[in-house]
């Protein structure tokens, strides 16, 4: 069956059918392309051709959007209904076959920038296609290669794998029987032989300036879009990410060193000049703080771990990083990939280890000079007071935390647009996402089309082993996390409702895998912290209402990413006007941020600033210096004189 009143489409699909010897039929909507098919029906009777007429029926919630739609593309200036129609348009011109008239222009508009080119001031980065066969195979092929090599992770100083302390196995979260390789914790004193290397090397890396920093940064992002495939691969195995969201974060890590390159040539490159009177000049210059600390997250473990250190090293400063505890392996490679695209190997030291041991260490150490982290809120006001009790300098800290992540729809939001953007928003990566939504309020008219909806998407949803290109939704991280969503889960079935929940695969118990789960809570203020992991909690909330719900949203004291969906632009105000929140997204899902194009960080609870992937994200990195220098006292002014 066909359905088309484009008659170069009818031709077509007609001769195609003819020459296989297939008979087809073919669909008009009732009251349009009636000529056309009569046309046709005359000239291929012979072939007893067959038309049939449909017409739409339904209530208005369904009927109105399909029409809308019609009414659009029937409407467009580049459709066949609106050329036939147009008298002015030739019938040859009409009846054109539509791949000649293509092949007649140019490969692309003059204009439109093709997409490695969208930036003016970098290059975009590159993906990967999985629905192509070739780049499954080579996914395939990079898996096969991480299977059989086991990897090896620990202290990393000089550029060189030092012994470490406490080895431990690295292990698949969809196999737990898959050892894929083994880390060592850095040591106190290795901490401190690599804390000395950095600070020595620092001082000439700061000297060079942004432009020789830039140079080493972008080569990072070429290396990391060449080993894109094996990198993609250790991502699935080791941090259960799905090829798609595994080629995303390597991407992200490649916008993130070119974006810092950018922001390293534009703001490093030498003093500001400042207005001031005449007689004397006044400049600023920027320059790193020293050394900096490092500590990033399981669940970016390339992206967030490489982005933090690419923008400490775009301001001048060296870096001790440390990576989570779950993925050592990633961070190992990516600390390699740094030297090798030129980085002096004291810049830049990896030193593995448990938060309590190896992070408590670098935030009493002596010879840091700042420390970024990306984590949980709690993990962040320990490492706040800890630094605020340190003798000496008050250094500077930036954190990017947690969030309870609110979507609020109302009854002009278009259902199936809500439906796609909450499934990919709250189950994306597993829930892992510090963005990822967690309360959804939906109006009390419109709240049971959309669960319906919600748990119809959900259903649809493949979960199972990550490396798969099939799988939607992978393993969350450890046994911790599963076994904490599971207690909420129970809490939910005693104080909520559950709506639905995902179907496991055969085998499920391998590994670290849980049920995506929709619940309905009673309370628009249910959660009292972030619950990190594929759960979404419905509210039914009257419109009347909506200031009370959105303060006790707010209340909670986060701020880190707002989802609304609404047609009226006075109700999105006012929730942005009630709800705090650093990143706010607007009729579409709110997980995601693309660096230099949305900025990513929260407020309150959810993060000091600045923001990663911002024009202000080196700032907090640098230190400033004012220079004001009175060169009348050398005889007067240059441009005074020469007036």
Same mark, same amino acid.
């Given at each position: 069956?066909?359905?088309?009143?484009?008659?170069?489409?009818?031709?077509?699909?007609?001769?195609?059918? $003819?020459?296989?010897?297939?008979?087809?039929?073919?669909?008009?909507?009732?009251?349009?392309?009636?000529?056309?098919?009569?046309?046709?029906?005359?000239?291929?009777?012979?072939? $007893?051709?067959?038309?049939?007429?449909?017409?739409?029926?339904?209530?208005?919630?369904?009927?109105?959007?399909?029409?809308?739609?019609?009414?659009?593309?029937?409407?467009?200036?580049?459709?066949?209904?609106?050329?036939?129609?147009?008298?002015?348009?030739?019938?040859?011109?009409?009846?054109?076959?539509?791949?000649?008239?293509?092949?007649?222009?140019?490969?692309?508009?003059?204009?439109?920038?093709?997409?490695?080119?969208?930036?003016?001031?970098?290059?975009?980065?590159?993906?990967?296609?999985?629905?192509?066969?070739?780049?499954?195979?080579?996914?395939?092929?990079?898996?096969?290669?991480?299977?059989?090599?086991?990897?090896?992770?620990?202290?990393?100083?000089?550029?060189?794998?030092?012994?470490?302390?406490?080895?431990?196995?690295?292990?698949? #979260?969809?196999?737990?029987?898959?050892?894929?390789?083994?880390?060592?914790?850095? /040591?106190?004193?290795?901490?401190?032989?690599?804390?000395?290397?950095?600070?020595?090397?620092?001082?000439?890396?700061?000297?060079?300036?942004?432009?020789?920093?830039?140079?080493?940064?972008?080569?990072?992002?070429?290396?990391?879009?060449?080993?894109?495939?094996?990198?993609?691969?250790?991502?699935?195995?080791?941090?259960?990410? &799905?090829?798609?969201?595994?080629?995303?974060?390597? *991407?992200?890590?490649?916008?993130?060193?070119?974006?810092?390159?950018?922001?390293?040539?534009?703001?490093?490159?030498?003093?500001? &000049?400042?207005?001031?009177?005449?007689?004397?000049?006044?400049?600023?210059?920027?320059?790193?703080?020293?050394?900096?600390?490092?500590?990033?997250?399981?669940?970016?473990?390339?992206?967030?771990?490489?982005?933090?250190?690419?923008?400490?090293?775009?301001?001048?400063?060296?870096?001790?990083?440390?990576?989570?505890?779950?993925?050592? %392996?990633?961070?190992?490679?990516?600390?390699?990939?740094?030297?090798?695209?030129? %980085?002096?190997?004291?810049?830049?030291?990896?030193?593995?280890?448990?938060?309590?041991?190896?992070?408590?260490? %670098?935030?009493?150490?002596?010879?840091?000079?700042?420390?970024?982290?990306?984590?949980? /809120?709690? /993990?962040?006001?320990?490492?706040?007071? +800890?630094?605020?009790?340190?003798?000496?300098?008050?250094?500077?800290?930036?954190?990017?935390?947690?969030?309870?992540?609110?979507?609020?729809?109302?009854?002009?939001?278009?259902?199936?647009?809500?439906?796609?953007?909450?499934?990919?928003?709250?189950?994306? +990566?597993?829930?892992?996402?510090?963005?990822?939504?967690?309360?959804?309020?939906?109006?009390?008219?419109?709240?049971?089309?959309?669960?319906?909806?919600?748990?119809?998407?959900?259903?649809?949803?493949?979960?199972?082993? #990550?490396?798969?290109?099939?799988?939607?939704?992978?393993?969350?991280?450890?046994?911790?996390?599963?076994?904490?969503?599971?207690?909420?889960?129970?809490?939910?079935?005693?104080?909520?409702?559950?709506?639905?929940?995902?179907?496991?695969?055969?085998?499920?118990?391998?590994?670290?895998?849980?049920?995506?789960?929709?619940?309905?809570?009673? /309370?628009?203020?249910?959660?009292?912290?972030?619950?990190?992991?594929?759960?979404?909690?419905?509210?039914?909330?009257?419109?009347?209402?909506?200031?009370?719900?959105?303060?006790?949203?707010?209340?909670?004291?986060?701020?880190?990413? %707002?989802?609304?969906?609404?047609?009226?632009?006075?109700?999105?105000?006012?929730?942005? *006007?009630?709800?705090?929140?650093?990143?706010?997204?607007?009729? $579409?899902?709110?997980?995601?941020?693309?660096?230099?194009?949305?900025?990513?960080?929260?407020?309150?609870?959810?993060?000091?600033?600045?923001?990663?992937?911002? #024009?202000?994200?080196?700032?907090?990195?640098?230190?400033?210096?004012?220079?004001?220098?009175?060169?009348?006292?050398?005889?007067?002014?240059?441009?005074?004189?020469?007036?």
């Amino acid at each position: 069956q066909f359905a088309t009143h484009n008659a170069v489409s009818l031709a077509a699909v007609q001769h195609m059918a $003819r020459r296989a010897g297939e008979r087809v039929e073919f669909q008009r909507l009732h009251g349009m392309g009636e000529a056309l098919y009569e046309a046709a029906e005359e000239i291929w009777a012979a072939d $007893r051709f067959v038309v049939r007429g449909y017409a739409p029926v339904g209530g208005h919630e369904e009927l109105l959007p399909y029409l809308v739609r019609r009414l659009l593309e029937n409407g467009a200036n580049s459709s066949f209904v609106h050329a036939l129609l147009d008298e002015r348009v030739p019938a040859a011109t009409v009846a054109a076959d539509p791949i000649l008239q293509v092949e007649a222009h140019p490969d692309r508009h003059s204009r439109i920038p093709a997409p490695r080119n969208m930036y003016t001031d970098r290059h975009n980065s590159l993906g990967r296609d999985y629905s192509r066969l070739e780049d499954r195979e080579r996914h395939a092929m990079a898996l096969e290669l991480v299977d059989r090599e086991k990897l090896t992770s620990g202290p990393i100083i000089g550029g060189m794998l030092r012994a470490g302390t406490n080895p431990q196995d690295v292990t698949n #979260p969809y196999d737990l029987n898959q050892v894929l390789g083994h880390v060592s914790e850095a /040591t106190e004193a290795e901490i401190d032989t690599a804390a000395a290397a950095a600070a020595k090397a620092q001082i000439l890396w700061d000297r060079q300036g942004g432009a020789r920093r830039a140079l080493v940064l972008n080569a990072m992002a070429d290396a990391l879009e060449a080993d894109m495939d094996r990198l993609v691969a250790l991502l699935s195995r080791e941090a259960g990410k &799905t090829l798609n969201d595994g080629v995303a974060e390597v *991407r992200e890590a490649a916008d993130f060193c070119r974006y810092y390159a950018m922001l390293a040539e534009r703001d490093f490159g030498g003093p500001g &000049t400042l207005q001031g009177p005449v007689g004397e000049t006044n400049q600023l210059v920027l320059h790193g703080r020293g050394v900096f600390a490092c500590i990033s997250p399981w669940n970016f473990p390339l992206a967030i771990f490489t982005g933090q250190i690419a923008a400490a090293l775009a301001a001048g400063n060296a870096v001790l990083a440390k990576p989570a505890e779950q993925t050592p %392996l990633i961070a190992a490679e990516a600390v390699r990939l740094y030297h090798k695209a030129g %980085l002096n190997p004291d810049l830049l030291a990896l030193v593995p280890g448990r938060g309590e041991t190896v992070g408590a260490a %670098l935030v009493s150490h002596p010879g840091v000079d700042g420390v970024a982290f990306t984590g949980g /809120t709690d /993990t962040a006001a320990m490492i706040n007071r +800890s630094l605020a009790a340190r003798p000496g300098a008050i250094i500077p800290f930036i954190a990017e935390t947690g969030g309870l992540n609110g979507m609020f729809v109302d009854t002009t939001a278009l259902r199936e647009q809500v439906i796609d953007d909450v499934i990919l928003s709250a189950f994306g +990566s597993a829930g892992q996402r510090c963005s990822a939504l967690r309360m959804l309020y939906v109006p009390k008219d419109s709240a049971d089309q959309i669960i319906e909806g919600l748990k119809g998407a959900l259903a649809a949803q493949v979960v199972g082993d #990550p490396a798969d290109p099939g799988t939607d939704i992978g393993p969350v991280i450890d046994m911790e996390s599963r076994q904490m969503l599971e207690a909420h889960v129970k809490r939910l079935s005693r104080e909520g409702k559950i709506l639905a929940q995902a179907t496991l695969p055969a085998g499920c118990e391998r590994g670290e895998l849980f049920a995506p789960t929709i619940a309905e809570v009673k /309370t628009p203020d249910f959660l009292e912290k972030e619950v990190f992991g594929p759960i979404l909690h419905i509210y039914r909330y009257d419109p009347a209402r909506l200031n009370e719900v959105a303060g006790k949203l707010a209340a909670r004291g986060y701020g880190l990413t %707002l989802g609304i969906h609404s047609r009226i632009e006075a109700f999105a105000s006012e929730v942005i *006007r009630l709800v705090p929140a650093g990143n706010v997204y607007i009729n $579409r899902s709110i997980t995601g941020a693309v660096v230099g194009v949305q900025p990513f960080g929260g407020e309150g609870l959810s993060g000091t600033g600045p923001k990663a992937g911002g #024009p202000y994200s080196l700032i907090r990195y640098a230190s400033e210096k004012a220079i004001s220098n009175n060169i009348s006292a050398q005889g007067g002014d240059p441009a005074l004189l020469n007036l």
